[in-house]
């Protein structure tokens, strides 16, 4: 009975997506990055955007915090919602929103300050901590969950950026989860990374997940097939094809994408 | 014809080729050349202007002194004693001092009787030498009465003539000093009574007519001054337009306008801010004239673009992926341009401004046009008191007649360039300091 109430309640919240895109559309001046693009985004699951390059995967991810608004010469129409809440709308704060919706960059980015500094920072300005043993805490667990803890605990004065690579990412991923998001965008996380360093930031999503929608923008297919349980292909600006990894992955319906998965063009 | 498409391996051994690596080593060899003798040329330039600026400053820190045996007869002064202190004080202050001098001479010079000659003793001293005697007396009133050796500052032609500036092989008639003053200057001279030493008064007071009394306090502190306005000014208007057009400023015609502006303004003579200081601060706002409050705002005026085009230069430096990771966590704007764009900005904003106020330091033609050119002997005291600048200060002392004032004049240049150098040391050490890699 207990077992059964939590499936359906599992059931449910598969049912209702954390976020979903209706019918993006997004240009830069005369160029139509994005077009017409729906998309419904999930709670713990990992949702793989693929395609060529130029496809428009950074341009759409970035709506979904509305990181685009400060691109000039960026317009973006259509609908996100977020919890049934049009991001879009005039009476909704883009700060609040950030903090909510969490993001990765493809570079490591991290702030030139301390590791410290760089994990306090957001909860910080967010005012999420008390007191200085609040902060501490937040910080502490932070790099607990992005797996960096046992190797910056000693050194946590050091700047951020003198880590090696690896470790500045999974630092960006602890400064981004330091917030508590319920969304987490990650824009190509691992493409400036050594097969080691990605291995464990592909470890660290999958347990991230357990708390987040996370969507993930990659170039490798078996990054995607690896670590995703939905998958979206991205061509020309337009969403191809999407739905379950091994599906796309194993039975495309579209044939761009089976020319795209079997290495054909891209 | 497929012969022709058969690629062969490139013969390095061939004439052909080993003359192409030749010329080619060649040309970099001859361009190596040119480029250390540019250097060494422009070090060479460089050296002899400081070499021959030292050179001529260096004895405008010094000054030729006389020892003179001073009676401070109480005939003359007064008895402190008698008179009670304030009545002392009040009697030296207007006792001709010379008086005393002149005693003096008329003992060690005994045989020199005639009215007119004896009158030319006392121009062998510094006009100086009366403010000496009096601050002495002020400062001790109980050495009234006693005798003493004191050293009295010279006159400039005499301290020209121990410094070998004077041509004494000159007929006498185109000589200043006359062989008379030669004569008894040499007399002081055997008695070892004449000596050459480090004068500190350059450095503490005001300008004057007589060259040895002048000194370069009252430009100095004219320019703390004037700098200090230009900086409160140009500073955070400068800094804020920056962040303003690079940060916030909508993209469209009028902010275009405005840059293309900023940069025309950095490249209009500094003359025509001066112009512009005259017509609108003095002429329309009443500000007083040679004042530090309207030199300061004029050569703020002619810092502003300056400091606006390094400040955006390094705001526009900072990496874009910083902005994103303060932007993705929900930073707002400012809190992304305060806590992120500014620190990292920092070093090179500040870097501008220094090398704008050292622009500033060493501008003379707007000063020249609100009147900070006239003969100031007061140290200033406030934003609104008359007053010049250093590099007034040289043009003024460069335009005196006075032989004396050439080494001034150098001496002066000197201290000027100091205060540069100074300014572009600390400029580069903040840089260095401040400096973080991302
Ligand atoms: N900041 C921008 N300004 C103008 N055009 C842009 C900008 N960013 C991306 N684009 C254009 O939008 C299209 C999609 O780019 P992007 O979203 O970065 O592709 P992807 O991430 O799939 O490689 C491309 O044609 C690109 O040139
Ligand atoms: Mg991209």
Redesign the interface.
Known sequence: MQQSMTEFKNMTEQAVPKMSARDIHVRYGDNHAVKGISLDLHLNEITSLIGPSGCGKSTFLRCL?R?ND?V?GCKVTGQILLDNKNIYDQNIDV?????RV??V?Q?P????KSIYDNVA??PR??GLAHNRTDLDEIVETSLERAGLWQEVKDRMDS?G?ALSGGQQQRL?IA??IA?NPEVILMDEPCSALDPIATAKVETLMDELKSEYAIVIVTHSMQQAARISQKTAFFHLGELVEQGDTTQIFTAPRNEKTRDYITGRFG | MSDDLNIKPTDWQSPEMVRHTQMRNRREKRFKLFGLSAVILAASFLFLLLGKITLDAAPGFLQTSIEVDINFDKAVIGDPRQMGRDAFIENVRRTNMLRLVQASMDIYFSEVTDRRDRRRLLRLFSAGARDQLRNMLLADPMIAGTSKRVSLLASDDIDQVIKGHTDISLPELQRKVKNKELSWLQKFEDDDRVSLHFHSLFFTSGDSRDPELSGIWGAAVGSALTLFITLIIAFPVGVLSAIYLEEFAPKNRFTDFIEININNLAAVPSIVFGLLGLAVFLGTMGLPRSAPLVGGMTLALMTLPTIIIASRASIKAVPPSIRDAAMGLGASPMQVVFHHVLPLAFPGILTGTIIGMAQALGETAPLLMIGMVAFIVDIPASFTDAATALPVQIYLWADSPERAFVEKTSAAILVLLTFLIVMNALAIWLRQKFEQDW
């Open positions: 915090n990181m400060s000039a700060v609040q929103l950030r903090a969490g993001m960059f570079k980015n991290p702030f030139p920072y957001g300005i967010h700047p950026t960006c400064r981004a917030v």
